[in-house]
C-alpha cells in the first residue's frame, strides 16, 4: 500500500526566510506520480507540481523549488524568501500508475500547515 | 482553472436524513473523485468514477454511495447522514495515466 508521510505538522518562519517542507512516500511500484497542493485560508486545493517517478531533475519556479530523490523516497518543497501570502496549509501526494483500469488514486500526506509571520 | 462546480457549497442537516452533493465539470475529463477532508487526515478517497456508470470505491466509503450518469456529473449521497460525516468535501477531475487531479471548491458539511 501507498503512503506518505509529512511529519512537520505546523511550520512558522518570520517573513523572507527559507523555509522547507519535507514529504516522504512509500510505494512498491517503479512507475508513480508525486504531487503538491497549496492549501490557503480560503480554502480551496491550488495544484502546484507534479513529478513522475523516472525524473529526478529537481525544478524551479520563481521562489519555488521541489527536491526528488528516489533514493530516500522524498520529494521536499522549498519556498526561498517566503512572503506572507505563502501561508497555507502544504499537501504532498502519491499516485501510482498500476496496471488496473482505474487505479489513478491519490493518496495524501496530512498537511503542513506553513505560517509566515511578519 | 478547471471548471469545476460543486453543490451545494455549504449544508447543515440532521442526523438520519439523506444528503447529496453535485460535482459538475466542464472539462470532459474522464476521472472525477469525492474525497473528504478532516483535521489530522488530510484528503481521504471515498469514491471514484473512471466512466459514465463506472464507480469503485475508496479508502472510507462506508456510508456513502455515488453515481455517474453523465460525464459531467458526479454525485456523492449520504443515504443517512451521521455526526462522524460531518466534513469538507472535494471534487476532483483527472484524465488516465496518473494526470493532475484538479479540485472543486468543496462543500462544507455539518450534520446535527
Known amino acids: 500500500a501507498q503512503k506518505v508521510t509529512q511529519a512537520q505538522t505546523e511550520i512558522s518562519v518570520v517573513e523572507k526566510e527559507d523555509v522547507t517542507l519535507d514529504c516522504v512516500y512509500e510505494t512498491r511500484d517503479t512507475t508513480y506520480y508525486l504531487f503538491w497542493y497549496k492549501q490557503p485560508p480560503s480554502g480551496e486545493l491550488v495544484f502546484l507540481i507534479r513529478?513522475?517517478?523516472?525524473?529526478?531533475q529537481n525544478e524551479i519556479s520563481g521562489r519555488y523549488s521541489w527536491n526528488f530523490q528516489k533514493s530516500t523516497s522524498s520529494f521536499n518543497f522549498t519556498i526561498t524568501a517566503s512572503q506572507v501570502v505563502d501561508s497555507a496549509v502544504y499537501f504532498c501526494a502519491l499516485s501510482e500508475a498500476g496496471s488496473n483500469f482505474g487505479n489513478e488514486k491519490l493518496t495524501f500526506g496530512t498537511g503542513t500547515r506553513l505560517t509566515i509571520i511578519p | 482553472d478547471a471548471g469545476i462546480t460543486q453543490s451545494p457549497r455549504h449544508k447543515v442537516t440532521e442526523t438520519g436524513t439523506p444528503v447529496t452533493l453535485r460535482c459538475h465539470q466542464t472539462?470532459?475529463?474522464?476521472?472525477m473523485y469525492w474525497y473528504r477532508q478532516d483535521p489530522g487526515h488530510g484528503l481521504r478517497l471515498i469514491h471514484y468514477s473512471y466512466g459514465v456508470k463506472d464507480t469503485d470505491k475508496g479508502e472510507v466509503s462506508d456510508g456513502y454511495s455515488v453515481s455517474r450518469s453523465k460525464t459531467e456529473d458526479f454525485l456523492l449521497t449520504l443515504e443517512s447522514a451521521t455526526s462522524s460525516q460531518t466534513s469538507v468535501y472535494f471534487c476532483a477531475i483527472s484524465e488516465p495515466q496518473g494526470k493532475t487531479q484538479y479540485f472543486g471548491p468543496g462543500t462544507r458539511l455539518l450534520v446535527l
Open positions: 472539462e470532459n475529463h474522464r476521472y
Open positions: 513529478r513522475n517517478s523516472f525524473d529526478e
